[in-house]
């Protein structure tokens, strides 16, 4: 092994522990039992190997070495602990056990002595995922605990994607894991029965990162590119443990889609560029084609789009079309109507109004808004103000077009949204 610089090495840590954290995690979480003894000595061993590799240069299996010295962590710490001599005694008997390469690694070079059974590596990481996402944590620590522990991002990562301090991040770590402790929550698959109804909170987690990544709810960023990819990501690879769940090629096809579009989505600066003003030839039409490759997967089933299938269906329409005026809005608002079926929302029915706007005129938009607004679906929201805002301005209504998107303005918390609100409230 030659000796390597610090800088290179922690470069090159960087990207194993970002392509092999979940299989690290998920295999030291299937010996131990314990997710958060898991997480805690696989960090222990990277932070070894930064300075172990750079004294000693990069192990041949950089897996196996991560997994050989965190195995090891893991021995020590249940040593230490007099209570939990017998389960320590089960890890130590397995001390020949070889680890298996995955699949276009480097060949086992000695050191990865972690049993890594090639046919439990799917099963950890899907297992890993369901913990991550399990109903006994908040909304909040799920989205943290899946980015960390599945995604393998730091907490300073999530922290800057969320622009939240990162002692918040940290804390949410922690309780999330000690919240499975207590819960006794067992690193396991569920069984085949539970799975399903389970998978609906892994997919909300994915959308709820993505969503966040695509469009920011704060910040002087529109799109938070890195947190995007990182759902796709996780989203690619739970279709490939799940090849069987069409609402999972759904999601990934809803991803794969709107992610097209953010090359044209803002311009050299940042700003927001609108739909109608965006230069399609700068969609990426890989992302299109893959996007639609999934929809194709997820309505193969014969099963009838879910919520983030049919989401992906209206997306197709927009990828579809060389223009706004050239969409086919007519499809757009019947997917709205279905999608208003299947999974209500006032987001659902604003985007709704958008879409009739554009197919049968402002006037019978105005009408859903109105309705929405009278009901105070979306109290405290930008939202609502703005698309209000933009009807009222169809129809020559400048006075109160500019109320509203004044309100919206105030209301919104994304400066570069603002921004973009003041402009059109001040052209009127």
């Known amino acids: 092994m030659a000796r390597a610089d610090r800088a ?46 750079a004294r000693d240069g990069t192990p041949d299996n950089p897996v196996g070495w991560l997994l050989a010295t965190a195995r090891r962590r893991a021995i020590d710490s249940f040593r230490r602990r007099a209570a939990r001599d017998e389960r320590y005694a089960l890890l130590a008997a397995g001390g020949d056990e070889r680890y298996v390469p995955a699949a276009g690694t480097a060949a086992d070079d000695g050191q990865g002595d972690l049993l890594w059974d090639p046919d439990r590596i799917d099963d950890d990481v899907l297992a890993l995922m369901f913990v991550a996402c399990h109903p006994v ?34 804390a949410r770590i922690t309780r999330a894991k000690k919240t499975i402790a207590a819960a006794r929550v067992p690193f396991a698959l569920p069984p085949a029965g539970e799975r399903r109804q389970r998978l609906g909170g892994v997919l909300s987690v994915l959308y709820v990162i ?35 769940e069409p609402e999972v090629y759904g999601l990934q096809a809803l991803f794969e889609l709107t992610a097209a579009r953010f090359p044209a989505r803002t311009g050299p600066d940042g700003e927001p560029i609108l739909l109608e003003d965006q230069d399609r030839r700068r969609w990426d ?11 194709s997967q997820a309505t193969a089933w014969g099963k009838g789009l879910g919520p983030y299938g049919l989401q992906a269906a209206i997306a197709a329409c927009h990828a579809a079309a060389a223009s706004v005026a050239e969409t086919d809005w007519d499809s757009i608002v019947l997917l709205y109507e279905a999608l208003g079926r299947v999974a209500p929302s006032p987001v659902v029915e604003l985007n709704r109004a958008v879409a009739v706007a554009m197919a049968s005129g402002p006037a019978e938009a105005l009408a859903i808004v109105d309705d ?18 933009e009807l009222l ?27 973009v609100l003041l402009g059109k409230a001040a052209a009127l």
Not at 402 to 418: F, G, I, S
């Open 8 to 53: 290179a090495v922690t470069k090159e840590l960087e990207a194993v522990w970002r392509i092999e954290s979940p299989r690290i995690v998920g295999a030291l979480a299937r010996y131990t039992g314990d997710l958060e003894l898991a997480e805690d000595v696989a960090q222990e061993a990277v932070a070894e190997a930064l300075v172990s590799w």
């Open 137 to 170: 944590l908040s909304p909040e620590a799920r989205v943290a605990l899946t980015l960390r522990t599945v995604g393998g991002l730091t907490s300073e990562e999530i922290a800057r994607a969320f622009l939240v301090p990162v002692p918040t991040i940290q």
């Open 210 to 244: 993505f969503t966040e990544g695509s469009t920011a709810t704060s910040g002087d960023r529109l799109v938070r590119e890195d947190l995007a990819y990182e759902a796709i990501r996780l989203a690619r690879m739970l279709a490939a443990l799940l090849p069987g």
């Open 285 to 295: 039409r890989s992302a299109v084609r893959r996007g639609q490759a999934a929809l």
């Open 372 to 389: 929405l607004a009278a009901r105070d679906r979306l109290p405290g929201s930008h939202l609502l103000p703005g698309v209000r805002g």
């Open 393 to 419: 301005a169809r129809l020559g209504r400048a006075a109160e077009a500019r109320a509203e998107l004044e309100l919206a303005a105030r209301l919104c918390t994304n400066a570069r949204e603002r921004f």
